[in-house]
């Protein structure tokens, strides 16, 4: 089946500076790829919607700012945290549309980031 | 607007026994409706989904799923719970927002198994 791969899988930075996690669909072309934060024993909340050669949108009350997306070609997205502050440490998710207009999603693994 | 309701937040069961997770949606029109399971620190594996048709629906790891138009509900079921079966558990349906077909997942039900 289709996969979906994110690195790192883990990262700790410092406070105030950024990270960025990749999301890349490996067997499969991605024009759009959905980013999700998860915080500890809760959902998965959906931060923004990355498409290959346009901006990303974003949901209600996620900071554009702060959360850079950038989907760089038709199997790489990347979410920058930028100032990263202890507060945006969670679990981050992406995941890629099986094909065109369908709802199944693949996932990735994950990022676990942690700022201290 | 689209909603999804796992009403159990923590379910044990015994090895051996039969479960149930419930999942209530709120969608006007016929839902996409799925199941997914997480693993600690890992993202999320389909279990199986429905679209149209049979309203029984078969996934893997000997799960299943009826959908219930009138009850709007997708309950996931299994006959005999396995050791190795414990994670996290969503619900998630398919909404069209801002032109994107997205996914909204319920609060999820955390599933413990004991020997």
């Known amino acids: 089946g289709a996969v979906v791969s994110q690195h790192p899988s883990w990262v700790i930075c410092k406070s105030g500076t950024s990270v960025k996690i990749e999301c890349r669909s490996l067997?499969?072309?991605?024009?759009?790829m959905f980013w999700y934060r998860q915080f500890p024993k809760q959902s998965l909340m959906l931060m923004a919607t990355?498409?290959?050669?346009?901006?990303?949108?974003?949901e209600q009350g996620v900071e554009k700012d702060k959360f850079l997306i950038n989907h760089a070609s038709l199997t790489l997205s990347t979410l920058t945290v930028t100032s990263a502050h202890p507060e945006d440490s969670s679990f981050y998710i992406c995941?890629?549309?099986?094909?065109?207009?369908?709802?199944?999603?693949?996932f990735g693994p994950g990022t676990r980031l942690t700022v201290t | 607007a689209q909603s999804v309701t796992q009403p159990d937040i923590h379910i044990t069961v015994s090895e051996g026994a039969s479960l149930e997770l419930r999942c209530n949606y709120s969608?006007?029109?016929?839902?996409?409706l799925f199941w997914y399971v997480q693993s600690p620190g890992q993202g999320l594996q389909l279990l199986l989904k429905?679209?149209?048709?049979?309203?029984l629906v078969q996934g893997i790891k000997g799960f299943e799923a009826e959908f219930k138009r009138s009850q709007s509900s997708f309950n996931l079921r299994k006959p005999s719970v396995h050791w190795s079966d414990a994670a996290e558990y969503f619900c998630?349906?398919?909404?069209?927002?801002?032109?994107?077909?997205?996914?909204?997942f319920g609060a999820g039900t955390r599933l413990a198994v004991h020997p």
């Open positions: 995941s890629a549309p099986r094909a065109t207009r369908t709802y199944e999603q693949y």
């Open positions: 067997d499969f072309q991605a024009t759009t």
């Open positions: 990355s498409n290959e050669g346009s901006k990303a949108t974003y």
């Open positions: 969608y006007g029109a016929t839902p996409y």
């Open positions: 429905y679209f149209s048709g049979d309203t």
């Open positions: 998630a349906v398919g909404a069209l927002s801002g032109g994107y077909n997205k996914l909204i």
